[in-house]
């Protein structure tokens, strides 16, 4: 076992005390959004080991079937297949999708011939990798999640009389529900350059002043003012509002469109940084690729359900670079699979940790470690509240 330090992203929509709160430091008055735990190339960890401290990449690419487990190795390569990420969102994130395994692959490898830097601010695929991911909410968790039913949206802009929201209603009287919100969508993403601010400002005023929507009056209200003019502020018209309490997770295949509003929460994910994006962001919105992308489908809230084993409750999806296992809140004895590395954190109290080979270690809030697949299970005692990610399916 090793213990960690581990990159935070300071991304403008990060929440200013919530990370450094669970890492126990004093906040610097800047935006602290993502703090990373694992070996992607764009923040990897460093491990401390006997020799000194070295980079987590480092310490896999020496030896990665006594690091990984040569399992691991035979299914994913020599790299380690899973991020976990806490996340810390004080403004909403980009409304965003992400590439399936084959579009990640083959989108990476069209940028890397065409000689794109990875840094560039226009590039789509920084890895070859695909992302579905799974959020575990520490905190009320506010996001947008998957497409509703049309009818839905159809219904909130009853009584709307703007340009834009009469042709949305066409679009999504649409008989198909796919085909009505991908032209709905379709729509707001390709607004012509000299309309889009009209059109989009005069639907926000009478959205204000007339529309119902539910949940939704607020949030396309408060997207708007935050980002005027963008069509994602309306999109969100298309999407799920969902409110996860602390201890409810989401699990987000390719192609689902979603959007982080607000909260703290644990992500786990495949090890990619691939994201495209349709609006509520400065970065690089590429239209033609996301909607080549998205999946359409109307379909419920992908809520993660967890099974309670060992003395843990363990989230397994799809996709199988990752499991997420919680521990506690309250008093621990849990084993943690070692089948596999392991990446573990402890958000709260102070927790031992005993390998079946190797020294144990003793572990307090904020701190993290990487478990080797040579160590085999850990045993997790203690007080506290403790998430760790596994390989998910071997």
Request: proline residues 8%; negative net charge; glycine residues 14%.
């Given at each position: 076992m090793h213990r960690l330090t581990n990159q935070v992203r300071p991304y403008a929509w990060g929440a200013r005390t919530a990370i450094p709160r669970l890492l126990g430091v004093e906040p610097d008055g800047t935006p602290q959004a993502e703090l990373w735990l694992g070996a992607h190339h764009a923040a990897p960890s460093t491990v401390h080991c006997e020799d000194?401290?070295?980079?987590?990449?480092?310490?896999?690419?020496?030896?990665?079937?006594?690091?990984l487990g040569r399992r691991t190795v035979e299914r994913f390569g020599g790299r380690l297949p899973f991020l976990l990420k806490i996340l810390a969102a004080e403004a909403p994130l980009s409304l965003q999708v992400h590439p399936d395994a084959a579009r990640a692959r083959s989108g990476f490898e069209a940028e890397e011939r065409a000689g794109i830097p990875l840094d560039a601010p226009h590039r789509n695929y920084r890895d070859p990798h695909h992302?579905?991911?799974?959020?575990?909410?520490?905190?009320?968790?506010?996001a947008l999640c998957g497409f509703r039913e049309p009818a839905a949206a159809h219904a909130d802009l009853c009584g709307l009389a703007c340009d834009l929201a009469v042709r949305l209603r066409e679009d999504l009287a649409l008989p198909e529900e796919g085909?009505?919100?991908?032209?709905?969508?379709?729509?707001?993403?390709t607004l012509p350059e000299q309309e889009r601010e009209r059109l989009i400002g005069d639907f926000v005023r009478e959205w204000s002043t007339?529309?119902?929507?539910?949940?939704?009056?607020?949030?396309?209200?408060?997207l708007a003012s935050r980002y005027p003019g963008d069509p994602g502020a309306v999109a969100a018209l298309l999407l799920n509002h969902v409110t996860l309490w602390p201890g409810q997770a989401l699990f987000l295949p390719a192609g689902n469109m979603h959007a982080y509003l607000q909260g703290t929460a644990i992500e786990v994910m495949a090890g990619s940084d691939n994201v495209l994006r349709a609006g509520l962001t400065r970065k690089h919105v590429d239209a033609v690729e996301l909607l080549d992308v998205v999946d359409f489908s109307v379909l419920p809230i992908p809520y993660a359900r967890p099974e309670h084993l060992d003395g843990r409750r363990e989230f397994r999806s799809a996709a199988p670079e990752f499991a997420l296992h919680e521990i506690g809140p309250g008093r621990l004895t849990a084993h943690i699979?070692?089948?596999?590395?392991?990446?573990?954190?402890?958000?709260?109290?102070?927790?031992?940790?005993?390998?079946?080979?190797?020294?144990?270690?003793?572990?307090?809030?904020?701190?993290?470690v990487f478990v080797q697949a040579d160590s085999g299970p850990v045993k997790v005692e203690g007080h506290g509240h403790v998430v760790a990610a596994t390989v998910g399916d071997l």
């Open positions: 000194g401290p070295r980079s987590l990449p480092g310490l896999i690419s020496d030896n990665p079937h006594r690091v992302k579905p991911e799974l959020l575990l909410a520490l905190e009320p968790f506010e085909e009505a919100l991908r032209t709905a969508l379709t729509r707001l993403l007339v529309g119902t929507g539910g949940s939704h009056r607020a949030i396309v209200a408060d699979p070692g089948d596999g590395p392991a990446v573990l954190l402890v958000l709260q109290g102070r927790v031992e940790l005993i390998a079946e080979v190797g020294q144990g270690m003793t572990l307090g809030q904020g701190e993290s």
